[in-house]
């Protein structure tokens, strides 16, 4: 058993009191009081008087969070300041005039009801009654309500007889002409202060005999084992041993380095908010970051890019709606990327949709929870980890497909040439005299690599073709290269069929920004299309030439020059579409896709596709490519 400082009488904003409950607690804590109860108002509904009063006062509208914001501050007031934290109301009905303190309830109750059934669901819930005595309001005196004097709130009082088995205690002090008929009559008594704002600190108050928790004070105070003082802050500071939240880079915190777990950055200015956040989370094991205001809080993301932030809206200079831009509209990815959660006095959806538009992960209304707040941040964080994870399978997936993707391309490519010049022979062989039976063996070849050239063609359909794609992954090629390996991929082709094929090239052309890849695929297909459409003794001639204009931007021409058959005048203009096949072409193989993906490869380059033809003679086809001048400056850069 101890002597008590307590003060069973306060009310948060939660109801009509200028302060909140995070601040109660520390100023309470700080000025050395062992226990306290946090009595909000609640009013009866019914009364138009109550109506009345309602407009002048406030009460708690929602019971269960306030009781549940309690329960979330008691553990930090005992960790903090070794202060007991009762949840109790009072319960103020404006018909009949009474105002009871419930001290340690469990769940909300009914005001709309006569102060008997009050005190029995008080007491139902193991709860003490105590009859409080609010003083009269000067308002009343001010407008020179007469009534409002004569009806103030001391039904209770004025009854005692009728209550004094019910009532646990009966609160004094406060109005002296109340001790006498209290404490004379040996009644239980308690002094409180009925605090509202800090200066109530200063009242009278009881000490009670008793052990730190609350059934022992509860019993205390039925017993009468108390004792009344006036309390001042100033004179009477007791030193109490103190818990301290460790501050970050705080050197007591014993220098226990949570390596490994999240960052969470806590802005708030409210710095009791912050501490109380600051200490649950530190409590399930994060590392923990503060700020007081925006520009604090911008500094500390970019120095620490923490995983998380808690950002509180209403700052000065600075503020979270700001705050939240700025960092998702950073340079670097990781800023960018971290999750918001934000808190903001203003309830409407409209807010709700504002601050989800500009980037937060998570919003919710104050007062908070600080229970939902934490579940929120670690379903962020799970969040998250899913998120990274789910991305990294991404990124091996699209590289090992890409990789498939090439190299059975690179297969199916190489299988094309040798099936074309196959067909081709056995064409050739069909025209000479043979045997039915060997006509009839060399039809099935024929038409078996024509069948297969045809699924090679559909196999190497342009899939991956995007015009973007190919703008993203463009870089600077020589080009000239990339031709000639073309080139050397028809010449063993070429010559079976008695096709002579030349290659030259202009001197020094620069390297032209181009996806290696596509153009390569472009070239060989004008390459394959003139070995197919030109007959043995031909010639296909392929040519790089530069053309740099007087100003930083000039021309690549690649073109493939064949004696073939070449194109009818009035095809010419068709033969890009997709599937559209000359009438000229005979039994040769194809799909008429083949120049199609030439003219969309050529497109995303930012190219051009030419073509110059005679029936019978030969066509030419020219890839025209931009490219920049090296010996020109860019006038960009001047
Ligand atoms: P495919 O060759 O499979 O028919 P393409 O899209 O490559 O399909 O060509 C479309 C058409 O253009 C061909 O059917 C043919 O009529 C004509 N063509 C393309 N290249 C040549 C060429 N070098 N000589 C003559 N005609 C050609």
């Known amino acids: 058993m101890q002597w008590l400082l307590a003060d069973l009488h306060i009310h948060s904003t939660f109801s009509d009191g200028t302060i909140r409950i995070e601040e109660i607690i520390k100023i309470y804590g700080e000025a050395g009081f062992d226990a306290i109860a946090i009595t909000d108002h609640l009013f009866d509904t019914q009364s ?52 009871i303190l419930g001290i340690d309830l469990k769940e909300p109750l009914n005001p709309n009801q006569d102060a008997m059934g009050v005190i029995n669901e008080i007491h139902r819930q193991g709860g003490l009654a105590i009859a409080s005595h609010p003083q009269l309001k000067l308002s009343y005196f001010l407008n020179g309500d007469n009534e409002s004097i004569q009806r103030h709130p001391l039904h209770l009082w004025k009854h005692r007889d009728r209550y004094v088995d019910k009532i646990d205690a009966w609160e004094i002090a406060n109005r002296e002409d109340l001790f006498g008929i209290v404490s004379l009559a040996g009644l239980p008594y308690v002094a409180n202060s009925d605090f509202h704002d800090r200066g109530h600190i200063s009242s009278w108050k009881s000490l009670i005999f008793a052990e730190k928790n609350k059934d022992s004070v509860k019993k205390a105070i039925s017993e009468r084992k108390l004792s009344l003082f006036f309390f001042n ?12 939240i460790p501050k970050e880079n705080d050197e007591s915190s014993g220098g226990s380095v949570q390596t490994g777990e ?38 500390k993301v970019q120095s620490e890019a923490p995983e998380v932030m808690i950002l509180d809206l209403m700052m000065p200079e600075l503020d979270g709606w700001e705050l939240c831009q700025i960092i998702r509209r950073h340079d670097n990815e990781a800023i960018r990327g971290i999750s918001i959660l934000m808190l903001s006095a203003r ?39 899913i998120l990274g994870n789910l991305k990294g399978e991404m990124e091996l997936l699209r590289s090992t497909t890409q990789e498939k993707e090439a190299s059975l391309r690179k297969v199916v490519h190489d299988l094309k040439n040798p099936l074309i010049s196959m067909g081709a022979s056995a064409k050739r062989m069909l025209r000479r005299n043979q045997t039915e039976e060997d006509l009839n063996i060399l039809r099935i070849i024929y038409e078996s690599s024509l069948r297969l050239t045809r699924w090679v063609d559909e196999a190497l359909l342009p899939a991956g073709l995007s015009p973007q794609r190919i703008k993203d992954e463009m870089k600077d090629v020589l080009i000239q290269a990339v031709v000639e390996r073309a080139v050397d991929s028809i010449k063993d ?62 021309i690549v021409e690649i073109s493939v020059k064949d004696t073939g058959i070449g194109i009818l005048a009035e095809e010419v203009g068709k033969i890009f579409e997709p599937f559209y096949r000359g009438k000229n072409v005979d039994n040769e193989p194809g799909l008429g896709l083949g120049l199609s993906l030439v003219k969309e490869v050529v497109d995303a380059h930012g190219g051009r596709i030419l073509v110059q033809s005679e029936p019978k003679k030969g066509s030419t086809f020219s890839i025209l490519l931009p490219v920049k001048n090296p010996n020109e400056k860019d006038v960009t850069e001047v």
């Open 262 to 299: 999240e960052k969470i950055l806590i802005v708030d200015d409210e710095e009791e908010i912050v501490d109380l956040v600051a200490y649950h989370l530190k409590g399930k094991g994060y590392q923990t970051l503060t700020a007081y205001n925006g520009f604090e809080a911008l500094e």
């Open 493 to 554: 082709a070429a010559a079976e069929k008695g096709i002579e094929v030349h290659f030259s090239t202009s001197p020094c052309i620069p390297p032209i920004p181009c996806h290696e890849d596509w153009i390569l695929r472009a070239i060989e297909n004008l390459l394959a299309n003139a070995l197919k459409y030109t007959s043995g003794g031909g010639r296909i001639e392929v040519t790089v030439t530069s053309y740099l204009g007087w100003k930083e931007l000039g």
């Open 48 to 99: 138009p008087i109550s109506l009345r009063l309602r407009e002048e006062e406030k009460s708690v509208k929602d019971v269960e969070a306030y009781f549940h914001k309690i329960e979330e501050v008691s553990l930090w007031a005992k960790e903090s300041y070794d202060l007991l934290v009762i949840p109790g109301l009072e319960i103020c009905n404006l018909l009949e005039d009474y105002h």
């Open 347 to 385: 309830a409407m959806p409209e807010d709700r949709v504002h601050g989800l538009h500009l980037g937060a992960d998570e919003y919710l209304t104050k007062p908070i929870s600080v229970n939902e707040l934490i579940l929120r941040v670690e379903k962020l964080i799970e969040k998250r980890k």
């Open 233 to 244: 802050p100033n004179e009477a500071k007791k030193e109490l041993p103190r818990f301290q």
